[in-house]
């Protein structure tokens, strides 16, 4: 099946013309590439060979999968699924067992270099056992893996940053797939989950241009990870105008102000859910009511609680700053002991002057 | 291994926040003590009553221009005031630092809408630039302004300055401008006993001291 | 025994109170207290900012009682004080700061450097660096009781002279009486006019009064030269005497300084209460007044101001009664911005114009006055201490401003007392 074009593919599921240009078209802007780029994309597409693409899935949820699949209508996503040639899945492929590792090496040796490898979840570095694929370790299986890709995708928080695994104390000692992967790029295609059509917009991408978009310090594609939900998002005028929900379902909850104060991390998250949103555009979090969680940030379990305002500290203070006070207390006691002692001296070692002190002999 | 902007912010949220309260109340604790331990002899004279003059008085008095006062230096008495009050709003009416304190103290109060804040930030950095231009023509103010003046001074405008650029989104990335803010903010709390800045606590029992001398005699000051 | 750096050290150390503490901790360099003080203001030389004139003190107080100045001296990393350091600052301390105050007046974090000033003086003059003729002038008052060198003589001869002035007794060592009077040596050399003026006020006010051969003279050389000490000496004499006539109160004269020493720092020199009452002679007039037992009539139409002795109102205390005197005599009052607590300093007090080196300096600092003078647009001045008459005057002849007469309060009223108005009108 690799062997195909993808527009001959295409043809042959009945997907038309105009469908096809349509989803180009829609590629192009969600890439935020200018409208006439479509048909270019449609040219690259049509004569693209169908990638492989080796899909393994380490310490996971599945929400990354889950994401990209949950579609209730022919979408980006749905379309992606059908161009590559998605050689191994865990959750989507009807293989199981040997045969599905057969089927796996046997595309690995085919495709060597040519590939594309998709990770999601973790890597447990602490105990191999936390986490094998027949009997294979997760570290084993992805530095094989990594070495006849083309290109690596981290998607999810997991595979990007470590995710919940990786949170305090991290008891399976999880990494994120760049820790391991150090000798080509990983694409970091953050959140828990990551938007279904990111996920699908950044293989739309490689396809194209054969080349991984351009990413920022965390190894995120900037079009999708280039802004904060805080700049993006449509409650913004109630936080610069100072209207917060004070607690769930209040009167500013209900009216939609801002959800700064009930823990909203938006202002440092990087992810495309204020103005692509989830499901089709339904709605994303904020919008339902309920603060960002930072989810697409690393150690965003980490970072002081949910429900925390951004400018809150994580570290109580009651008991050192009791601590501050005493410890003053008793450094400023002992001075002031040393200052009486010195100023009763001088005091009491006075020396009644005359006239004589007036003046120097000299 | 590098530090991540986001490790940076959460060290400053954590650690650093802690490590900076702990040395302000341990700072300020011990200098106040360390002030009032010298004590002062009673006044065995007879005293004069005279309605107005006190020490609490003077502590309020002291807030208003002395008569013919701010003409002869009105870029000292304006800049002061614009500055301290600009600083005040710009510290305890913006949002974000309520909800720091509400996290602190357990209480928090009615905030003022961020584009207010980020125009009162504005004047109030431009004037200290004015501030510090007035420090070095001033022959006066030359002349027995020492290391300590100016390191304060950047010390003040820090704060200002970052989280104007972390709230615009400019310089540096989002995260690392705001670790940067918090960091800055934490160095201004650690100098505030150590320096001239212990003046936001003593300028009252200076004040108080000054109108308990003058009435003593029965003059207002 | 002679004057050392050491001693000046202990007595810095001996100074330093939490008032200092809290002073020196809070300023903030915003050079205020420059633009109140008119040696700054006068000369735009910045060395005469008042705060400046206190450095050496401060860098002692780091030194000797903050945790951080004592490890830093420990580390030898703090710049002694020395004793060429005292040297130059004793222009600042003595020539360039007449304790006038009015730069405690304004600081804006509340420091009362006019107080530090006069404890810095304490240090300075016993490690020598007090100017020549304070020390003149404290060691006359403690050998002669006098700076100007005025004895109970000259005394006596003035008395004598006023008595045949006035026709009125003017009574000497008589016990227990309302008041016993002092004079300052100033008022009988320049002044002595004073004393008939007393006279004829105290007659019609029925105020018993008298004039004492052991404790005559209200001027106080320790006060200004700083060293509590020779002042503690000199005010016990007035007390003494004062104690021996059983008097009930003694009346300051017309000068500033000496109501400081006596009403002021005196208990705390002696160390305890007086028996008696301290009053400047214009708390006493206004007293009268109030009670009706001052009577005048009539009143001078010559336009005119007054000059607030900075001893006796802004650090004295002594505030309203000097207008609501001239509101009785004087037609034609003029008051002058900056006035009360807030008006500038005649420039010779604190021992000042006992200080010949000064000189130059002292009537640079007259230009405040000057226009003041000149806004009110008077030429005739009226004052309440005659050291402020007697450097105004020189003052004003340097400015080649003849014209203008420098008068003293009390010789006002009593020109206006009732009967004398009464017997000029029969004349």
Same mark, same amino acid.
């Not at chain 3, 809290?22 to 633009?35: D, K, M, N, Q």
């Given at each position: 099946?690799?062997?195909?074009?993808? @527009?001959?593919?295409?043809?042959?599921?009945?997907?038309?013309?105009?469908?096809?240009?349509?989803?180009?078209?829609?590629?192009?802007?969600?890439?935020?590439?200018?409208?006439?780029?479509?048909?270019?994309?449609?040219?690259?597409?049509?004569?693209?060979?169908?990638?492989?693409?080796?899909?393994?899935?380490?310490?996971?949820?599945?929400?990354?999968?889950?994401?990209?699949?949950?579609?209730?209508?022919?979408?980006?996503?749905?379309?992606?699924?059908?161009?590559?040639?998605?050689?191994?899945?865990?959750?989507?492929?009807?293989?199981?067992?040997?045969?599905?590792?057969?089927?796996?090496?046997?595309?690995?040796?085919?495709?060597?270099?040519?590939?594309?490898?998709?990770?999601?979840?973790?890597?447990?570095?602490?105990?191999?056992?936390?986490?094998?694929?027949?009997?294979?370790?997760?570290?084993?299986?992805?530095?094989?893996?990594?070495?006849?890709?083309?290109?690596?995708?981290?998607?999810?928080?997991?595979?990007?940053? @470590?995710?919940?695994?990786?949170?305090?104390?991290?008891?399976?000692?999880?990494?994120?797939?760049?820790?391991?992967?150090?000798?080509?790029?990983?694409?970091?295609?953050?959140?828990?989950?990551?938007?279904?059509?990111?996920?699908?917009?950044?293989?739309?991408?490689?396809?194209? %241009?054969?080349?991984?978009?351009?990413?920022?310090?965390?190894?995120?594609?900037?079009?999708?990870?280039?802004?904060?939900?805080?700049?993006?998002?449509?409650?913004?005028?109630?936080?610069?105008?100072?209207?917060?929900?004070?607690?769930?379902?209040?009167?500013?909850?209900?009216?939609?102000?801002?959800?700064?104060?009930?823990?909203?991390? @938006?202002?440092?998250?990087?992810?495309?859910?204020?103005?692509?949103?989830?499901?089709?555009?339904?709605?994303?979090?904020?919008?339902?009511?309920?603060?960002?969680?930072?989810?697409?940030?690393?150690? %965003?379990?980490?970072?002081?609680?949910?429900?925390?305002?951004?400018?809150?500290?994580?570290?109580?203070?009651?008991?050192?700053?009791?601590?501050?006070?005493?410890? @003053?207390?008793?450094?400023?006691?002992?001075?002031?002991?040393?200052?009486?002692?010195?100023?009763?001296?001088?005091?009491?070692?006075?020396?009644?002057?005359?006239?004589?002190?007036?003046?120097?002999?000299? | 291994?590098?530090?991540?902007?986001?490790?940076?912010?959460?060290?400053?949220?954590?650690?650093?926040?802690?490590?900076?309260?702990?040395?302000?109340?341990?700072?300020?604790?011990?200098?106040?003590?360390?002030?009032?331990?010298?004590?002062?002899?009673?006044?065995?004279?007879?005293?004069?009553?005279?309605?107005?003059?006190?020490?609490?008085?003077?502590?309020?008095?002291?807030?208003?221009?002395?008569?013919?006062?701010?003409?002869?230096?009105?870029?000292?008495?304006?800049?002061?005031?614009?500055?301290?009050?600009?600083?005040?709003?710009? #510290?305890?009416? +913006?949002?974000?630092?309520?909800?720091?304190?509400?996290?602190?103290?357990?209480?928090?109060?009615?905030?003022?809408?961020?584009?207010?804040?980020?125009?009162?930030?504005?004047?109030?950095?431009?004037?200290?630039?004015?501030?510090?231009?007035?420090?070095?023509?001033?022959?006066?103010?030359?002349?027995?302004?020492?290391?300590?003046?100016?390191?304060?001074?950047?010390?003040?405008?820090?704060?200002?300055?970052?989280?104007?650029?972390?709230?615009?989104?400019?310089?540096?990335?989002?995260?690392?401008?705001?670790?940067?803010?918090?960091?800055?903010?934490?160095?201004? #709390?650690?100098?505030?006993?150590?320096?001239?800045?212990?003046? +936001?606590?003593?300028?009252?029992?200076?004040?108080?001291?000054?109108?308990?001398?003058?009435?003593?005699?029965?003059?207002?000051? | 025994?002679?004057?050392?750096?050491?001693?000046?050290?202990?007595?810095?150390?001996?100074?330093?109170?939490?008032?200092?503490?809290?002073?020196?901790?809070?300023?903030?360099?915003?050079?205020?207290?420059? !633009?109140?003080?008119?040696?700054?203001?006068?000369?735009? &030389?910045?060395?005469?900012?008042?705060?400046?004139?206190?450095?050496?003190?401060?860098?002692?107080?780091?030194?000797?009682?903050?945790?951080?100045?004592?490890?830093?001296? /420990?580390?030898?990393?703090?710049?002694?004080?020395?004793?060429?350091?005292?040297? !130059?600052?004793? =222009?600042?301390?003595?020539?360039?700061?007449?304790?006038?105050?009015?730069?405690?007046?304004?600081?804006?974090?509340?420091?009362?450097?006019?107080?530090?000033?006069?404890?810095?003086? !304490?240090?300075? /003059?016993?490690?020598?660096?007090?100017?020549?003729?304070?020390?003149?002038?404290?060691?006359?008052?403690?050998?002669?009781?006098?700076?100007?060198?005025?004895?109970? &003589?000259?005394?006596?001869?003035?008395?004598?002279?006023?008595?045949?002035?006035?026709? =009125?007794?003017?009574?000497?060592?008589?016990?227990?009486?309302?008041?016993?009077?002092?004079?300052?040596?100033?008022?009988?050399?320049?002044?002595?006019?004073?004393?008939?003026?007393?006279?004829?006020?105290?007659?019609?006010?029925?105020?018993?009064?008298?004039?004492?051969?052991?404790?005559?003279?209200?001027?106080?050389?320790?006060?200004?030269?700083?060293?509590?000490?020779?002042?503690?000496?000199?005010?016990?004499?007035?007390?003494?005497?004062?104690?021996?006539?059983?008097?009930?109160?003694?009346?300051?004269?017309?000068?500033?300084?000496?109501?400081?020493?006596?009403?002021?720092?005196?208990?705390?020199?002696?160390?305890?209460?007086?028996?008696? =009452?301290?009053?400047?002679?214009?708390?006493?007039?206004?007293?009268?007044?109030?009670?009706?037992?001052?009577?005048?009539?009539?009143?001078?139409?010559?336009?005119?101001?007054?000059?607030?002795?900075?001893?006796?109102?802004?650090?004295?205390?002594?505030?309203?009664?000097?207008?609501?005197?001239?509101?009785? $005599?004087?037609?034609?009052?003029?008051?002058?911005?900056?006035?009360? $607590?807030?008006?500038?300093?005649?420039?010779?007090?604190?021992?000042?114009?006992?200080?010949?080196?000064?000189?130059?300096?002292?009537?640079?600092?007259?230009?405040?006055?000057?226009?003041?003078?000149?806004?009110?647009?008077?030429?005739?001045?009226?004052?309440?201490?005659?050291?402020?008459? $007697? $450097?105004?005057?020189?003052?004003?002849?340097?400015?080649?401003?003849?014209?203008?007469?420098?008068?003293?309060?009390?010789?006002?009223?009593?020109?206006?007392?009732?009967?004398? =108005?009464?017997?000029?009108?029969?004349?």
């Amino acid at each position: 099946m690799a062997d195909m074009t993808v @527009g001959a593919l295409l043809r042959e599921r009945g997907v038309s013309r105009r469908t096809f240009l349509k989803f180009c078209t829609a590629l192009a802007s969600l890439m935020a590439l200018p409208p006439g780029m479509g048909g270019a994309i449609a040219r690259a597409v049509e004569r693209a060979r169908r990638p492989s693409v080796i899909w393994l899935s380490f310490q996971e949820c599945t929400g990354c999968t889950e994401s990209l699949t949950r579609s209730a209508t022919p979408t980006v996503e749905g379309l992606i699924l059908d161009v590559i040639s998605l050689d191994y899945h865990h959750t989507l492929q009807a293989a199981s067992g040997t045969a599905a590792e057969a089927a796996r090496e046997q595309a690995m040796k085919e495709a060597f270099g040519h590939y594309v490898l998709i990770v999601d979840g973790s890597i447990p570095l602490g105990n191999a056992g936390y986490s094998t694929i027949a009997g294979i370790s997760n570290a084993a299986l992805l530095a094989e893996a990594a070495k006849g890709a083309a290109a690596v995708v981290a998607v999810g928080s997991c595979a990007s940053f @470590g995710g919940l695994p990786a949170a305090e104390p991290n008891p399976t000692g999880a990494v994120a797939v760049s820790q391991l992967v150090t000798d080509r790029p990983v694409v970091n295609v953050p959140g828990c989950p990551p938007i279904g059509v990111v996920i699908a917009g950044v293989v739309a991408h490689y396809l194209t %241009f054969g080349t991984v978009p351009e990413l920022d310090g965390l190894g995120r594609p900037k079009v999708f990870y280039g802004e904060t939900i805080h700049d993006r998002c449509y409650r913004r005028t109630f936080y610069d105008r100072g209207m917060f929900a004070e607690s769930f379902d209040d009167e500013g909850a209900r009216k939609g102000w801002c959800l700064y104060k009930l823990g909203c991390k @938006g202002p440092v998250t990087y992810n495309a859910c204020a103005t692509t949103k989830w499901n089709a555009g339904t709605s994303f979090p904020i919008q339902s009511g309920h603060g960002c969680l930072g989810c697409s940030e690393p150690a %965003f379990w980490d970072v002081g609680g949910f429900y925390n305002a951004l400018s809150v500290t994580t570290i109580p203070l009651n008991k050192p700053t009791g601590i501050a006070l005493a410890a @003053g207390a008793a450094v400023g006691a002992a001075v002031a002991i040393g200052n009486r002692k010195k100023q009763a001296d001088a005091r009491k070692g006075h020396q009644t002057a005359t006239l004589g002190d007036l003046e120097k002999q000299s | 291994m590098t530090v991540t902007s986001m490790e940076l912010l959460l060290w400053a949220r954590g650690p650093g926040f802690e490590a900076a309260v702990v040395i302000f109340t341990l700072g300020m604790v011990w200098r106040l003590i360390e002030i009032f331990s010298l004590g002062r002899k009673p006044d065995l004279s007879l005293p004069r009553e005279r309605a107005g003059a006190s020490g609490m008085n003077t502590v309020f008095r002291r807030f208003l221009f002395p008569p013919g006062m701010l003409r002869r230096a009105p870029v000292t008495y304006l800049g002061g005031y614009v500055f301290h009050i600009g600083f005040g709003i710009v #510290l305890l009416f +913006f949002i974000p630092h309520i909800e720091l304190a509400r996290g602190v103290v357990g209480f928090g109060w009615p905030g003022l809408p961020t584009p207010v804040v980020d125009l009162v930030a504005v004047i109030t950095m431009v004037t200290l630039v004015v501030m510090l231009v007035s420090r070095i023509s001033d022959p006066a103010k030359r002349l027995i302004s020492t290391f300590e003046d100016y390191l304060t001074w950047a010390l003040t405008l820090a704060p200002l300055l970052t989280g104007y650029l972390a709230y615009h989104h400019l310089l540096l990335p989002y995260q690392t401008m705001l670790a940067v803010h918090i960091l800055s903010a934490e160095l201004l #709390l650690v100098a505030m006993p150590f320096t001239k800045l212990i003046h +936001f606590v003593t300028v009252f029992p200076a004040r108080w001291y000054n109108g308990d001398l003058f009435g003593h005699k029965g003059v207002p000051s | 025994m002679s004057a050392s750096l050491e001693r000046g050290v202990a007595l810095f150390k001996e100074a330093i109170d939490a008032p200092i503490a809290s002073f020196f901790s809070s300023c903030v360099h915003c050079g205020l207290c420059a !633009e109140a003080c008119e040696f700054y203001v006068d000369t735009g &030389d910045p060395k005469y900012t008042p705060i400046h004139k206190l450095d050496p003190l401060k860098r002692l107080w780091r030194q000797e009682y903050t945790l951080v100045g004592r490890i830093a001296k /420990a580390l030898g990393l703090s710049r002694p004080i020395t004793d060429a350091e005292l040297a !130059e600052w004793s =222009e600042l301390v003595y020539d360039s700061c007449t304790l006038c105050a009015r730069c405690s007046m304004v600081c804006p974090v509340g420091n009362d450097i006019a107080y530090m000033v006069r404890k810095m003086r !304490e240090g300075m /003059a016993v490690a020598g660096h007090a100017p020549e003729g304070l020390i003149f002038a404290t060691t006359r008052t403690i050998n002669v009781g006098s700076p100007m060198g005025v004895s109970i &003589d000259t005394v006596k001869a003035q008395i004598r002279h006023q008595e045949k002035e006035t026709g =009125e007794i003017i009574p000497l060592d008589r016990v227990g009486v309302d008041y016993m009077v002092l004079l300052s040596s100033m008022e009988v050399v320049n002044y002595p006019e004073y004393l008939g003026a007393l006279a004829k006020i105290f007659k019609q006010a029925g105020v018993t009064w008298t004039l004492s051969s052991d404790g005559f003279e209200a001027t106080n050389s320790g006060i200004q030269i700083g060293v509590s000490d020779l002042a503690r000496e000199i005010v016990q004499r007035v007390v003494d005497a004062a104690e021996k006539l059983k008097v009930r109160g003694v009346v300051s004269p017309e000068c500033g300084h000496a109501y400081t020493a006596l009403r002021w720092e005196g208990p705390n020199l002696i160390g305890r209460p007086y028996p008696f =009452e301290v009053v400047h002679i214009v708390e006493l007039l206004d007293r009268l007044r109030q009670e009706g037992r001052l009577r005048t009539s009539g009143k001078t139409d010559t336009p005119l101001t007054f000059h607030d002795p900075c001893q006796l109102v802004r650090r004295g205390g002594v505030i309203d009664q000097p207008r609501n005197l001239l509101r009785e $005599v004087a037609g034609d009052f003029r008051d002058v911005a900056d006035r009360g $607590v807030m008006n500038w300093c005649c420039g010779g007090g604190g021992g000042v114009s006992t200080n010949d080196r000064a000189e130059p300096l002292r009537l640079a600092a007259f230009r405040q006055k000057k226009e003041q003078l000149d806004a009110a647009g008077v030429s005739t001045l009226v004052t309440a201490c005659a050291n402020c008459r $007697v $450097v105004m005057e020189e003052a004003l002849e340097a400015y080649h401003m003849e014209h203008v007469q420098v008068l003293g309060l009390t010789e006002l009223v009593a020109e206006h007392l009732a009967q004398a =108005e009464e017997a000029r009108k029969a004349a």
